[in-house]
């Protein structure tokens, strides 16, 4: 048994040992594993940081856009009540222009027909003097004779027969 034992101590040395150097492979294909799966992590890490930045550009450029629409549409509007503003602004001064000429035709229209009226009582009035001055002047008739007869109108005629 020596023979075995001599021999088998050698083996179980080996034995050990192999053991030793698989437990040692062991642990280093668990460390390769896990400085794989380590290596593993950071490439995704680094895929999901780079999709993250990509989506994080997007989202900040669709803001700025939405931004600019906003700006653009307030533009616009403000542009739209600057217009509507001025238009009511020429439209009340078209009224009131419209009113303002409708009155002058009316006051024109009116003085007009006083200047008329007052113009007539004025001639009616010259015309009665007129006619009361020539009632009042006398009837000459002229000859050739060198002599002139005066002799007074109806009227005088009308005193004369009184």
């Known amino acids: ?5 001599k021999g088998s101590a050698k083996a179980d040395e080996a034995r050990e040992r192999l ?8 642990a280093e294909v668990k460390a390769l594993r896990t ?3 380590e290596a593993e992590e950071a490439v995704a890490l680094r895929r999901d940081v780079e999709r993250l930045k990509l989506e994080k550009d997007r989202l900040t450029e669709d803001n700025a856009r939405k931004i600019r629409e906003t700006e653009h549409k307030v533009g616009l509007l403000k542009k739209q009540q600057d217009h509507e503003v001025a238009n009511a602004r020429r439209e009340t001064t078209l009224e009131v222009r419209e009113q303002n000429l409708a009155a002058d035709k009316q006051r024109f229209a009116d003085e007009m027909t006083f200047q008329r009226e ?3 009582r004025e001639v009616d009035r010259f015309d009665g003097i007129a006619k009361a001055l020539m009632e009042r002047l006398p ?8 002599s002139v007869p005066t002799t007074p109108r109806s ?4 005193r004369k027969d009184d």
């Open 1 to 5: 048994m020596s023979i075995r034992s």
């Open 35 to 37: 400085e794989r799966k």
């Open 19 to 26: 053991a030793d150097e698989l437990a040692d492979l062991r």
């Open 155 to 158: 009227r005088s005629t009308a």
């Open 118 to 120: 007052h113009m007539q």
């Open 139 to 146: 009837v000459i008739e002229v000859s050739l004779d060198g």
